[in-house]
């Protein structure tokens, strides 16, 4: 019998001394604000876009004396956000230059699918609209309209501009 009060005294001692140390541990809280912005990422894959002579002689000839040059796939852009973006483009001028030559940049006109076509200008057009965040890849197509007996020989000069900024 004093073996089983002696186990019984042990074990209820053992069972008070942990609740008797958690009342002397001390804990203290603190919360974690992490704030992310919305992210954009452009890649295009060509630098320069090339209309060679060669691309001249080869053009399709549209009525009036004008011809037309068309590169597929010129630029493939890639793009990823962790929000939804939209990209838009435009050119820096208002014209493709030589020096004292000048072609309107209305000229060149750009397509993603290669059947709408849009004339670039300054004046910044949305180009694609993504409602969510994500990667894509995307190909924008270019066409050349315009009569060369108007124009100097040369090379002509440009820029165009991709900008990618949050959709509201």
Request: a neutral charge; aromatic letters at 12%; proline letters at 7%.
């Given at each position: 019998m004093k ?13 008070c001394?942990p ?11 603190f ?5 992310v912005?919305p992210?954009?990422?452009?890649e295009?894959?060509?630098?320069q ?5 060669e ?9 009036e ?5 068309i ?7 890639r ?10 483009i435009s050119?820096?001028k ?5 020096g ?22 300054q004046?910044p057009q949305l180009?694609?609209?993504?409602p969510?965040?994500?990667?894509d ?8 309209r315009l ?8 090379i002509y ?9 949050q959709?509201?």
């Amino acid at each position: 019998m004093k073996k089983i009060l002696w186990i019984s005294l042990v074990s209820t001692l053992l069972l008070c001394l942990p609740s008797a140390y958690a009342k002397t541990d001390f804990i203290q809280e603190f919360r974690i604000k992490l704030q992310v912005p919305p992210l954009y990422y452009i890649e295009i894959d060509a630098k320069q876009i090339v209309f060679s002579a060669e691309d001249f002689l080869t053009a399709t000839v549209s009525g009036e004396e004008q011809i037309i040059i068309i590169k597929p796939a010129v630029h493939q852009i890639r793009t990823a956000s962790n929000a939804p973006y939209g990209i838009w483009i435009s050119t820096d001028k208002e014209y493709l230059s030589n020096g004292p030559g000048k072609i309107p940049f209305t000229r060149l006109e750009w397509s993603l699918d290669g059947k709408s076509w849009y004339q670039l200008s300054q004046i910044p057009q949305l180009m694609i609209k993504k409602p969510f965040n994500g990667i894509d890849l995307f190909y924008l197509n270019l066409r050349l309209r315009l009569n060369p007996f108007e124009i100097d020989p040369g090379i002509y000069s440009g820029e165009i501009l991709y900008t990618v900024s949050q959709l509201q």
